[in-house]
């Protein structure tokens, strides 16, 4: 059975960088046809896209935060991983890591994890 | 601009009621929308893909109908546990790809 985990610090100073990574279980990040990203969810609010990766290594990133967004994979590991550049209070949320289906069509979530921005 | 619009924001229903949640985008993307579900601390469970293609495990009283620009999610009889968040998803453009939201709840 498939099963994500997300893992990182849960505390971020502003303009300092967000780094998360996803621990994959039950699956490979190099199976073909799948995409591996990210979606979050401020407080209390609706859900973004932010990006995925494909087996092969493509990436996809949401237009709005493509300037700041990184998403890569550890196959050595089984895990991908995402980078957020210069955050603000604003990127504060729960960082969910996911199988796609396609690019952006998630399929099979991790918990979540949340990470405040603050300093 | 790409937009979309889901609706009510928010709807009260009692259990054994037929709800409908309407999403709609500004430009026509054919079949290329999914339904999901999420309960309060928890990741959303997709429901439904391509518009009207139920999920393995997704009980039958979930439909999903529409093409193009209009797209409908109707639960034909409520059950307690379907209580929830309901968003929508386009995966037709890499913008804006959730809707805002429509929470379930009990009347």
Request: proline share 5%.
């Given at each position: 059975q498939l099963q994500l985990q997300e893992s990182g610090p849960g505390l971020v100073k502003p303009s300092e960088t967000l780094s998360l990574t996803c621990t994959v279980s039950?699956?490979?990040?190099?199976?073909?046809g799948y995409y591996w990203g990210w979606i979050r969810q401020p407080p209390g609010k609706g859900l973004e896209w932010i990006g995925s990766i494909s087996y092969s290594g493509n990436t996809y990133y949401n237009p709005s935060l493509k300037s700041r967004v990184t998403i890569s994979t550890d196959t050595s590991q089984n895990q991908f991983s995402l980078r957020l550049t210069s955050?603000?209070?604003?990127?504060t949320a729960v960082f969910f890591c996911a199988r796609h289906v396609?690019?952006?069509?998630?399929?099979n979530w991790g918990q979540g994890t949340l990470v405040i921005v603050s300093s | 601009d790409f937009q979309m619009t889901q609706s009510p924001s928010s709807l009260s229903a009692s259990v054994g009621d037929r709800v409908t949640i309407s999403c709609q985008t500004?430009?026509?993307?054919?079949?290329y929308l999914n339904w999901y579900q999420q309960k309060p601390g928890k990741a959303p469970r997709l429901l439904?893909?391509?518009?009207s293609n139920l999920e393995t495990?997704?009980?039958?009283r979930f439909r999903g109908s529409g093409s193009g620009t209009d797209f409908t999610l109707t639960i034909s009889s409520l059950e307690p546990e379907d209580f929830a968040t309901y968003y929508c998803q386009q995966y037709?453009?890499?913008?804006?790809?959730?809707?805002?939201g429509t929470r379930l709840e009990i009347k």
């Open positions: 039950g699956g490979s990040v190099t199976i073909s955050v603000t209070a604003a990127d396609t690019a952006t069509t998630p399929d | 500004s430009h026509d993307i054919t079949n439904i893909s391509d518009a495990g997704v009980p039958s037709f453009d890499f913008v804006n790809t959730f809707g805002q």
